[in-house]
């Protein structure tokens, strides 16, 4: 934001000689950096409003596991939500034509590690699935990443969850409108 104020501001200086308009220019410069980083702010935190991540970072485990089957069927898969003790790893199995995966998910409040990656590799085979994904509202450690890099794990973190529920909430919104009409 700094920037915005000095740059605007010796530019200025530079072609009027003028310090009072140098001033004037590099405050209107801070203003109006302020007022769209303001803005950006705003409309980020009605977006993750509109999304409902703050819902899903209310839900214990099992709820999240069950809201998950239901944002998968949104996107045309079959959701299975596998039981809650016993799991072989994998806490829903979806499916869609030829493709099966196996989803662990990890409704946490801190960054998700290496232990996820494991137990989604292991249920892939359990499960004779073709694709392993973890899927959190946080963040993934390092660690994690890299081995799920090395073991083709997709890794669907806090803001690709938020996109896939408004693309959820999008697409429910369009069918009551068409249903409605």
């Not at 989803?103 to 699935?129: D, F, M, P």
């Amino acid at each position: 934001m700094g920037l915005s104020a000095v740059v605007p501001g010796l530019a200025t200086l530079h072609f009027t000689q003028s310090w009072q308009i140098a001033a004037g220019v590099g405050a209107a410069g801070f203003i109006v950096a302020v007022f769209i980083l303001i803005n950006v702010r705003l409309a980020r935190s009605a977006r993750l409003k509109r999304s409902g991540i703050g819902e899903i970072d209310r839900m214990d485990g099992v709820r999240f596991e069950q809201y998950l089957g239901h944002l998968f069927r949104s996107q045309g898969f079959r959701a299975e939500v596998t039981q809650a003790r016993g799991d072989y790893g994998a806490d829903l199995v979806l499916t869609q034509g030829n493709r099966r995966i196996v989803v662990q998910a990890k409704r946490y409040t801190k960054n998700v590690g290496l232990k996820a990656v494991q137990e989604v590799q292991s249920a892939k085979a359990h499960y004779r699935a073709n694709e392993a994904w973890v899927v959190t509202n946080s963040q993934y450690t390092e660690q994690a990443k890299k081995l799920a890099r090395s073991n083709n794990v997709r890794l669907i973190a806090r803001d690709e969850l938020v996109e896939m529920l408004l693309a959820m909430k999008a697409g429910t919104a369009a069918a009551a409108k068409r249903t409605s009409a």
